[in-house]
């Protein structure tokens, strides 16, 4: 079974800083899909980013960023030059059949 | 693009009545829809994974009887909760995957929800 473990539940960053939230998964598959979704308070979810398994490249989208390390199965997300609507829960989730998500990470960005 | 759409956003009901919930794909072909519950403060679970043309398939755990999923085209899926009571309260959520081998085929795009309190 693939199991998707967010450590942190809360985390809190400065305006302007950056801030790095961490993921584990589980899986004994080689080929997947692991992603990274922003639920703010209107609860719809929005893909940050995402990663393909075969590439050894980490994604990149703008601000966001993340540090895919396979042999470890961490994927850690990184959010740099925090603004105030960064401020939501951030959800990893990995990608088999539907999305298997962690228990998430809420964000506060302190102006 | 890849926008996906839920009806209604909210809705109160009497316990033992029935409840259908719509997920649409505004802008692209869906060949799969999945569903999820979010109890309050908690992660998503998902629920059932539906394809268009056959049945669901349902997560261990998950009632196939009390939970009516049918995905009868490519833009449209619907989950009924049957004899709905008090627990079955919760924030129920679609997403979408655009048919395999087009563009965002390997990402799930998420409908907005929908909040059931049953009373």
């Known amino acids: 079974a693939q199991t998707v473990t967010q450590s942190q539940p809360e985390m809190s960053v400065q305006e302007a800083e950056t801030v790095t939230l961490s993921c584990t998964y589980d899986?004994?598959?080689?080929?997947?899909?692991l992603f990274w979704y922003k639920q703010p308070p209107s609860r719809q979810m929005i893909l940050v980013i995402r990663?393909?398994?075969?590439?050894?490249q980490n994604a990149t989208e703008n601000r966001f960023s993340v540090n895919f390390q396979k042999a470890a199965k961490s994927f850690s997300l990184k959010i740099s030059d925090s603004q105030l609507g960064d401020a939501a829960m951030y959800f990893c989730a990995y990608r088999k059949e539907g999305m298997r998500f962690g228990a998430g990470t809420r964000l506060t960005v302190k102006p | 693009g890849a926008v996906v759409s839920q009806h209604p956003s909210w809705v109160i009901c009497k316990s033992g009545t029935s409840v259908k919930i719509e997920c649409r794909s505004l802008d692209f072909q869906a060949t799969t829809m999945f569903w999820y519950r979010q109890f309050p403060k908690q992660s998503l679970m998902l629920m059932a994974t539906s394809n268009e043309g056959s049945k669901a398939t349902y997560e261990q755990g998950v009632e196939k009887d009390k939970f009516l999923i049918n995905h009868a085209s490519l833009t449209l899926s619907t989950l009924t909760v049957t004899s709905a009571h008090p627990e079955d309260s919760s924030f129920y959520i679609c997403?979408?995957?655009?048919?395999?081998?087009?563009?965002?085929?390997?990402?799930?795009?998420f409908g907005p929800g929908t909040r059931l309190t049953v009373l």
């Open positions: 997403s979408a995957s655009p048919v395999a081998g087009g563009p965002g085929a390997d990402t799930q795009y």
């Open positions: 899986t004994s598959e080689s080929d997947y899909y």
């Open positions: 990663q393909e398994a075969y590439k050894q």
